[in-house]
């Protein structure tokens, strides 16, 4: 799942509510019932189409691999074949060494790791895996059992949390990414010191550290690492030889590997205004001035991957996505009781419809998402990684799966959802739904309404929260005539927490690379938070692999906007080195500063429906998302 990124026009609304679409009647595929007489599972017309949207939005590559079975394609073509059918899209480049994308391209799946890792727990309970005490391992497992070590802040849930808890998003816990990279014996000895946004068991919030403790999980009940187990379990007796959890073994298979790609000085008034053109014409305009320069940023972690390997970084590419998908509807290699195991509903993520009138809300189960599409019951799950965003999403009554992969940082997200509508819609042979211009009339919509609201504006320094239902007042309610900032003296220094670790908090002045300040004045522009001499910084080495700095600007008196930022490099096409850099933000929260430390607010990214905290200036220490103590 991705944060909320402030770079351009369409990633400022990225988390927005779809208004009902623009539907028509289908008339360039057939249902699944017609007759075709091409065996392919979407016809070209849909090919084509993507592509255009693709070359629309200066987008470098899509690819999309699909599978269906043989009653789908028995009613599709009116034969009784007896074999699954594949279909590979690979659409424009996968990096800047010019390779195309192809069937044997990899690429990073991000969160669609989480399914490996829920299917290896539920292999070792399949097995009849014995605890140390004797007992069956099973979903109710106490993790504490297992991993005396762990434990959470609420004594009671660290006692009582269950495999499933974890698994399912329901220990209490919001996002606190900034854990992830660590060890992953650090990030579990490191959990019991989180605060958590919700009671134990109470809300569903998304939450990536849970299968970093299955990673734990697995190696001390088999004695043996969570990358070998699922090669040995999975893996190979899938199939599946060109899978990795480890980027320098897929680099060493010699295949193509994607790069993300991200935008760079996108006119933002010219792509605004060439998007209300798009509108206005109905979807035949130009949107070339939304592309900016593309620019490549490589592979997204800058360590082989492994310690994320349950929560984040497999890679793969279409080929052995054909063998996963095939296994996913229909079993045949795993036992047939695990896949239903993890598409089974456990906990509620989102109260309200996704798109109301045409998707339900989410539900979760282990490392799936469930929900309903137009009334059809849709398994899958979503990933994101720096500059490389995945979708996997299964129709399973119909029998047909598929997996969109794009490799573009600021609209992968939007085209992974374009995509995947647009497939379901022909797969399914519903009305046509017209989600390009949909999506770009939300956009405009939201930003008409971002130049006139400021009250609602997520670019005005404001005390911001992750939460969608923030009770926070905003800006010019709580703060008419900022107070002037607290000087250096009162900012400079370390702060330290037992989760988060030491910030060394410096002035931004103090930051050396060249490339690097170019590129936070450039982004923090964009954002309407000007870099001066009341700016501050913190670079984060402990735990790089989604945070790498915070940045914090004045707001009011104690008051500072904090921005989490990372910060990726950029390279030329064809070269190995790096060539400048590029501020991908989280945010801005806010921090406020005392005598004795710092609170952050707005941070930890709470679940949809979770009330935000309030910034409050008393009792900070107890009210905040984070406490850093000063040294």
Known sequence: MLPLHLLTVATLFISRVHSLPHISTRQDTPSPNATAGSANIVDQTIVNKLDDIR?????????????????????????????????????????????????????????NSKHFAAVAVALLIENGTVLPNGEPLTYTTKVKDILPEFGLLDEYAGQNAELVDLLSMRSGLPRHDHLMGLDVEEVVSRMKYLRPSTPFRHDGQYQSLHYIVMDQVVSTLTGTSFVD????????????????????????????????????????EGCLAASQEFIKQGGNASLIPCAGNVKSIGWWDRTDGVRIGTTGSAITNSQDMFKWLKEELSPSILPPTIIPATVTSQT???????????????????????????????????????????????????GVGFVVIVNDQAYGDLM????????????????????????????????????????????????ATSSDNSTSASASETA?????????????????????????????????????????????????????????????????????????????????????????????????????????????GSAVFKDDGVGLFGIWQAGSGVPAREVVEVDVENQAEVWLRKV
């Open 348 to 398: 509620i993520l989102t109260k309200k419809p996704v798109i109301p009138g045409i998707t339900s809300s989410y539900t979760y189960g282990l490392g799936q998402f469930m929900y309903t599409y137009r009334g059809y019951a849709i398994n899958g799950h979503d990933g994101s990684v720096w500059g490389q965003l995945s979708h996997n999403t299964r129709v399973p009554d119909v």
């Open 416 to 463: 992974c959802s374009m995509v995947e509508h647009i497939l379901l819609d022909a797969i399914l042979g519903l009305a046509e739904i017209n989600w390009e211009l949909d999506t770009f009339t939300g956009l405009a919509g939201d930003v008409s309404t971002e130049s006139t609201d400021s009250s609602t504006s997520q670019n005005s320094a404001s005390p």
């Open 55 to 111: 070359s629309r939005w200066g987008i470098k590559g899509i690819n999309v691999v699909l599978v269906a079975s043989p009653e789908y394609m028995g009613h599709k073509t009116g034969t009784n074949t007896t074999e699954w059918a594949t279909q590979s899209i690979a659409l424009g480049q996968a990096n800047r060494f010019g390779d195309e994308f192809t069937d044997e391209t990899l690429y990073a799946l991000g969160s």
């Open 229 to 268: 187990f699922v090669q040995t379990h999975m893996f190979d007796p899938l199939g599946m030889t060109n899978t990795y959890h480890n980027h320098t073994q897929a680099v060493e298979s010699g295949l193509s590997v994607a790069d993300g790609w991200v935008h760079e000085d996108i006119d933002l």
């Open 480 to 588: 008419p005539s900022p107070r002037p900032p607290l000087g250096a003296e009162s900012i400079v220094g370390k702060y330290t927490d037992e989760a988060y670790g030491t910030f060394d908090i410096q002035p931004l002045s103090n930051l050396q690379d060249p490339e690097i300040i170019l590129a936070f004045n450039k982004t923090f522009t964009l954002l309407d938070l000007p870099l001066g001499n009341n700016t501050y910084y913190y670079e984060n080495t402990d735990s790089s692999s989604f945070i790498t700095h915070y940045i914090f600007t004045p707001f009011d008196g104690p008051i500072f906007n904090v921005t989490a930022s990372y910060v990726a490099p950029l390279y030329p096409d064809g070269s190995e080195t790096k060539n400048g850099s590029t501020v991908i933000s989280y945010g801005p």
